[in-house]
C-alpha cells in the first residue's frame, strides 16, 4: 500500500482520475483529484473530485443522488493517475447515460463485444442525436405510445414463435422484443442498473426464502 505523500500532482495539483464500475468493469468517467478532493474520498469512501471548469470540489451524487462508492484506489506505475473502483447508485453520466463514454468513434465489428449497456448507451446517443434516417429516432419521433405498441406486438412475436418451439425465430423475436424495451426504457427514464437491481433484489428474496424451507 503507497501512501497519498508518494502521489504526484501536476502543475496545477491535480492528479487524473478513472471511474470503473466494479461490477461490470465499465470505464464510468475521467474526472480529476485535488489533495483535498482525494482525502474526502478516501474519508468518506464516496467520490469526490475536483471541477477544472467551475474551480470547485464536487460531490458525485450530491445533487442528482448518484453517488459512487469506493471499492479501492490505485495508482499507476508513476504514480501520477488512479484508477478508482465504485459501486454506483445511478447514472455516471449528467445525460442520464451509465457511463460518459458512449460516443463511439471507432469499432472492430468482428472484436467488438456487445453489451446491454452499449446498446443502452447508442439509445441514450439516438435520443439526444436524433440522426435522420434512424429507426430508433423514428419510435423517439412517434412517441410512447408507438414504443407500447412496438413492445406489445413484439411481444406477441414471441409468443407465437415459442408456441411453434421454433428455436431460431424465438431467438430472432427476443431479440427484437428486448431492444423495443430497452428503447422504452431510455424514453421512460429507466437505466440497465435499475432493473438489475430490481432482479438482484428478488434473488435475494427467493434465496431467503429458500433458506426457511430447509431450516423448517
Known sequence: MIKTEELKFDKDGLIPAIVVDTVTKEVLTLA??????????LTKGLTCFYSRSRRQLWLKGETSGNYQHVVSVTADCDKDALVVKVEKDGPACHTGA???FFNPLY?????????????????LDRKAQMPQGSYTTYLFEKGLDKIL???????????????AQDKKETIYEIADLAYHIMVLMVQSGITVDEVRAELASRHIIDHKVKQEKMTK
Open 149 to 163: 405498441k412496438k413492445v406489445g406486438e413484439e411481444s406477441t412475436e414471441v409468443i407465437i414463435a415459442g408456441k
Open 107 to 123: 469499432i472492430n465489428e468482428e472484436k467488438h463485444e456487445f453489451s446491454l449497456r452499449g446498446l443502452y448507451g447508442l439509445l
Open 98 to 100: 451509465e457511463s460518459c
Open 32 to 41: 480529476y483529484m485535488n489533495k483535498e478532493s482525494l482525502e474526502i474520498t
